[in-house]
Structure formats: structure tokens, C-alpha cells
């Protein structure tokens, strides 16, 4: 499939079937993350790919409300960055996120973006804390986001040309 038609297939999939994820296929989405482009090409971010099912039913607990559905994932990934090392972290890591989901739909599976940062739970942790500690990932890191991975159990259909929101779109001056 051609890229206009990777775009307009690539849908958020919070449902996944039991089946894992193939070595290859982690490594081809993981390739698609560190490829991703960077503020100065500083490729700072770090990535943790999570596949314990304990661990993922943990992390689906890291906020109140939204995440729940990364237990039934056959993987997920998360995204981090040092904001001290890089002003760009959310920006590069955002970049590396959708690269990965890109990757995920050309192989045929699902994905979902978590976001994480800014997030938590409503005894004030923070969903960085919470992950942290899970994952035991050093203090000088934030995480951005939590993206779930697996062989989708929905269908979704692809996104409609006809709702896109061209009046959203300004040329020259707004």
C-alpha cells in the first residue's frame, strides 16, 4: 500500500487478539522509532518495549483513566526523553511514536497511542512515577506516552476523505 493509503488506513485499535508479536515485526517497528527525525539529530529519545503481561497490566494502571486497554496488548512501547538534555523531547518523541505506529499498520497490526505525560492518578502519583517504578527507568527521564501494540480483534474503517477538515487548512495567511 502506498503512503496516502497508509494514512488513511491507520486507525487507533485499543482491542487485540491473543496472538504475539513476531521478533521481526518488534524489530521493523523499532527501526521505524529510531529512524524517526530529531532536533538536530540528536536522537535522545529512549525507548523501553514492555511484553511481561504483568508489566503491562501495571502499566495499564500508571493514570486513572484511559490506559486500561494496554493488559490485553501483546506489547507495548514507551516513549521517554530527558528534558534536560533536549527542549525537543516531546516533539522528537511524538515524531518516533507515530513513526512506530505507521510501521504497525503497514504490518497489518494495531496500535494506540497512551499519553502519559502530564497524566496520573487521582491521589496525585504521577504516571511518571508510577512508570518509573515499574520499569525501574532512571529520574532524569519523562515519559511521553505508553503505545499499545497487537494483531487487531476490531475492524475500524478507514478514515473518511469526505470529514476531513479542509477549512482547517490556511495558505499563505491565515
Not at 68 to 97: H, R, S, T, Y
Not at 131 to 146: M, Q, T, Y
Not at 149 to 161: I, S, V, Y
Amino acid at each position: 500500500m502506498d503512503f496516502k493509503e497508509l494514512a488513511q488506513m491507520r486507525r487507533s485499535h485499543r482491542k487485540f487478539t491473543e496472538e504475539e508479536i513476531s521478533a521481526e515485526e518488534v524489530q521493523l517497528i523499532m527501526r521505524a522509532a529510531l529512524m524517526a527525525p530529531t532536533s538536530k539529530s540528536q536522537r535522545a529519545w529512549q525507548f523501553v518495549v514492555v511484553d511481561d503481561k504483568m508489566d503491562l497490566e501495571k502499566l495499564s494502571d500508571a493514570k486513572d483513566l484511559g490506559g486500561q486497554f494496554i493488559k490485553g496488548a501483546a506489547m507495548a512501547v514507551v516513549v521517554l526523553g530527558d528534558p534536560m538534555q533536549n527542549d525537543c523531547w516531546v516533539e522528537d518523541g511524538a515524531i518516533a511514536a507515530i513513526s512506530m505506529q505507521y510501521q504497525a499498520e503497514d504490518l497489518g497490526l494495531g496500535s494506540c497511542w497512551v499519553q502519559m505525560r502530564g497524566r496520573g492518578l487521582s491521589d496525585g502519583t504521577t504516571a511518571d512515577e508510577v512508570i518509573r517504578g515499574i520499569l525501574d527507568i532512571p529520574e532524569n527521564l519523562s515519559c511521553l506516552c505508553v503505545v499499545a501494540f497487537g494483531h487487531k480483534a476490531d475492524e475500524r474503517k478507514p478514515q473518511n476523505e469526505d470529514k476531513l477538515k479542509w477549512e482547517n487548512v490556511h495558505v499563505a495567511k491565515y
